[in-house]
């Protein structure tokens, strides 16, 4: 139970103060701010001098410790210092209007405090409206006003949570759960992890009580055996680290309690299966000269001891993240044969991590204030908004335009950066396509493809919420009709439909010119009839579809050709026994041309050594042992294999339809014989090819024939002609290539 002791109170609000003005950085202290920190605070305890929080304590205290936050934890200055003392003043004390704070205090402190009172008002006026969506919408609404609203408000929430145990349970669950739904990601996003790690625990806490307690015991058992084993791991490296003369530190990272439960509800897992409780963080003081060069020589040293998992380095000092993230993290096989993940980093880069913008500002800070610094990030954010006035193309005020705002937005909207780290808002399901339109409708015109978080991805990849994405462009891209099923933004989709019929229209008169040329050849006389036959013929929507192909190439003289013959081949093909079958029992060919080789009961039986056999295998699709196949008899009883699913042999049942043999493979040695192709895509790096070939014939021992590379744009694409025994060996090389670093895709493939 709390008890009154009005002279300890006292001593307690003046602690208050001097823990305000120590957590409180400036470049420089002047008096004046200071007196402005000291009459805000003055007026605060003057204010609240009659309230009491739930815990029985005196009310200043509430405003005082987000005021230390404010300072401390978030890094804010004199401004952001005076509006959280004076938050809950004009809001509980009837005799302190905004028009005595913007007397005594100045314009923008009133603005904030506004804002700070109209969140807050807003929620108790509209009560049927679901309290998590309209939190979120006034938050937005705080976006026009001022971002240190914001700031402020998470201050607020932060010490809220940190002192729930004293409100009633429902309470503590409607508070919890908004923490957990609006503020923790609303700290993920400005960059405060430690917050938003707080306020994932604490929400956890309150709203599975059960749940927090278990993990957090589990962890607490398990922390000792990590301890021990952690201290057997470093004792090695520190010795080395120190002998370079480095000064550091060595801390071990356990996962937090809300980020466990994540993991064992979102994966189906128990505790015990969690792999990566712990990361080891080594934390070097280097100038910002020497930090990369040294964070590589820490590398090398903790990869003397243990081995490194090729595909887990992760070098984000070369390249941060978009959030301003750097660090080396390399995950180790430790002597007991565990994984082990690594970070590496500067002092510098730690703070920034931990504590996002706070420590931005300290170390970016030369110059210019803090209070410059947020009116750019204010301003940016004011863009967000206006950008998403743009997308509904209509002009609204500002509150009209929130109100637009889908009422969950967190879960219909991602957030992604552009490689510079701008932020995008996108709906939910948008595609590299939607993002490319959104940045530039030239850049979404030659789109041909993305990387993502540094992967290779194609125009139609679905975007998450953080990506950072930079958009490839090719000059000899263009839209096409596909593109708008890719597309979910009605912005996209304008665009496309622009470009294509814009493409349309200069291409109608250039294909038309080609296909009077054709026609001509053909000898069909060049008029309208003859254009609306081929149309019919060429199963296009439009003439300008029409020309348009011919035009770009996608119809050609040979297609056009044909298309004239067509009626004769089609007889000529349903007058075979199979085709006619196919016509009524709906089968596709390929089903026909299987059913076909089942016909004959005795498989034809195919030897890995070609030479003795009469045989020839498909120069098209490449049959390998282990392929299903079937064997085609040519007129001049040339037998031909095939893979049942080559387009190549759809060709030759049209030509030796009923002498289809079915053919197996014999299961014998394995001779390293047989030609095939596979296609590789991925990004371009030094020593790709060295290790793609090293893999092939080093480790496959395959004999490579034909090598072709084209790397354009960062984007590597090999086509790759080999040797190979079997399937079982080639899947398994594709399995292999499939893991070198920046390889994105491995394929088999026909010729063409
Ligand atoms: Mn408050």
Known sequence: ??????????????????????????????????????????????????????????????????????????????????????????????????????????????????GLTKIDKVSSINGSISPQSETFRKILLAFAYDIRVILIKLADRLHN????????????????????????????????????????????????????????????????????????????????????????????????????????????????????????????????????????????????YYNPKQDRLRDWISTPKANGYESLHATVMSNTGQWVEVQIRSKRMD???????????????????????????INQMKNLIENHKIESEEEEDAVEFIDEFKPNLFNDEIFVFTPKGHLRTLPKGASVLDFAYAIHTDIGNHCIGAKINNS????????????????????????????????????????????INTMKKEKFDEGKKKVSEWLKELNIEVNDVAFNELLMKSKRHSLSDLFFDVAIGTLNFDDIKSLYKSPEKSRWYSSLPFFGKAKSSGKSLDEIIKDQADIDPTPLLLNSETTNLDYTLCKICNPIPGDDVMAVVSPGREIIIHRTNCPEAIKHMAQFGNRIVKAKWRK???????????????????????????????????????????????????KITLYVSDTDALQHLIHELKQVDGIQSVVRVNRR
């Open 1 to 114: 139970m709390y008890e009154i002791d009005p002279e300890k109170e006292a001593i307690e609000i003046e602690n208050g103060y001097k823990r305000i003005l120590k957590a409180w950085k400036p470049k420089k202290k002047t008096k004046e701010d200071v007196a402005l920190i000291r009459k805000a605070f003055d007026v605060a305890v003057e204010a609240h001098s009659k309230d009491r929080r739930k815990s029985g304590e005196p009310f200043i205290y509430h405003p005082i410790a987000v005021a230390e936050i404010t300072a401390q934890e978030l890094g804010l200055g004199k401004t952001s210092i005076v509006c959280a003392l004076l938050h809950d003043v004009v809001e509980d004390n009837k005799n302190y209007t905004l028009d005595y704070i913007k007397k005594e205090f100045g314009e923008t402190v009133a603005k904030i405090i506004e």
């Open 161 to 304: 949570m940190r002192t729930l145990e004293f409100m009633p349970r429902d309470k503590q669950i409607k508070i919890a759960s908004e923490t957990e739904y609006i503020y923790a990601s609303l700290a993920h996003r400005l960059g405060y992890y430690n917050i938003k790690s707080e306020l994932e625990d604490l929400s956890l806490k309150y709203l599975e009580p059960e749940v927090y307690k278990m993990i957090d015991d589990k962890i607490q058992e398990k922390k000792k055996d990590y301890l021990r084993f952690i201290n057997k791991f470093v004792y090695p490296i520190k010795h080395d680290i120190a002998e370079l003369g480095l000064k550091f530190e060595i801390f071990a990272r356990f996962k937090s309690v809300y980020s466990i439960w994540k993991k064992m509800s979102d994966k189906k897992v128990d505790f015990d299966d969690i792999d990566d409780l712990f990361a080891i963080r080594i934390v070097i003081d280097s100038p910002p000269a020497l930090e990369k060069f040294d964070c590589w020589k820490v590398y090398s040293i903790v990869t003397n």
């Open 351 to 377: 703070e920034i991590a931990e504590n996002g913008l706070a420590a931005h500002w300290k170390y970016k800070e030369k110059s210019d204030n803090v209070d410059t610094r947020l009116d750019q990030w």
């Open 456 to 499: 290779l991805a194609s125009i139609n990849e679905i975007l998450k919420n953080g990506d950072q994405i930079e958009i490839l462009n090719s000059k000899k891209q263009y839209p096409k009709e596909s593109w708008l099923e890719m597309v979910i933004t009605q912005r996209a989709k304008a665009r496309i439909r622009m470009a």
């Open 668 to 718: 014998e040695d394995k001779t390293v014989g047989f030609l095939t192709r596979i296609e590789l895509k991925g990004i371009d790096r030094k020593g790709l090819i060295a290790e793609i070939s090293t893999i092939i014939g080093n480790n496959f021992n395959f004999n490579i024939r034909t090598l072709h590379i084209k790397a354009s744009e960062g984007i590597f694409e090999g």
